[in-house]
């Protein structure tokens, strides 16, 4: 096994897709896991925006317009980044896609000018510990969740 192969294989590639209202969602990422790190405020600094997963921008596809808290966003395809910090998360859906996940010095790679949209949440503590990044999509949205907390996004 080459090296790059156990490294790929550290956060492997997934996918999670589901249905919100009459729109299907599909948000593909990279999970890394916990591995006995500290990953609030330390892995994922706080103030920071960070590529929501590992590896490439995590993306997030919808086939219809819809309400992402209360903001509209257009079918099609965004980058998601999130700027984490104690009390609240600011997602962020940028409308470049493929782009590595960071820049040479470890900022998240994207251009603000094309933001779509940018809205926040309030994390919570997760009913347990989540080793690897997952996403899931639920009738009411997305959540995101990682070690012990979880962000819930609501999509109408």
């Known amino acids: 096994m080459t090296s790059e192969m156990a ?14 209202g009459g729109a299907t ?8 896991s916990v591995r006995g790190r500290k990953i609030w405020g330390d892995l ?4 920071k925006a960070w590529r929501a997963g590992a590896n490439e921008a ?9 309400t992402v808290e209360g903001k509209s966003l257009k079918a099609g395809k965004y ?22 996940g960071i820049k040479k010095g470890g900022d998240a790679n994207f251009d603000p000018a094309k933001n779509a949209i940018t809205f926040k949440v309030k994390p919570a503590k997760s009913a347990s510990m989540t080793e ?17 907390l979880e962000g819930q996004v609501g999509i109408k």
Request: aromatic share 16%.
């Open 7 to 20: 490294y790929a294989q550290k956060s492997p590639p997934a996918t999670a897709t589901g249905k919100v």
């Open 25 to 32: 969602i599909s948000i593909a990422y990279s999970g890394p």
């Open 44 to 47: 994922v600094p706080y103030g």
């Open 58 to 66: 995590t993306t997030f596809t919808t086939d219809k317009d819809i």
């Open 79 to 100: 980058s998601v980044f999130v700027v984490a910090n104690e009390k609240e998360w600011e997602f962020i859906f940028n409308s470049e896609t493929g782009q590595w």
């Open 132 to 148: 690897q990044l997952t996403y899931a999509v639920t009738e009411k949205g997305f959540v995101l969740r990682w070690e012990n």
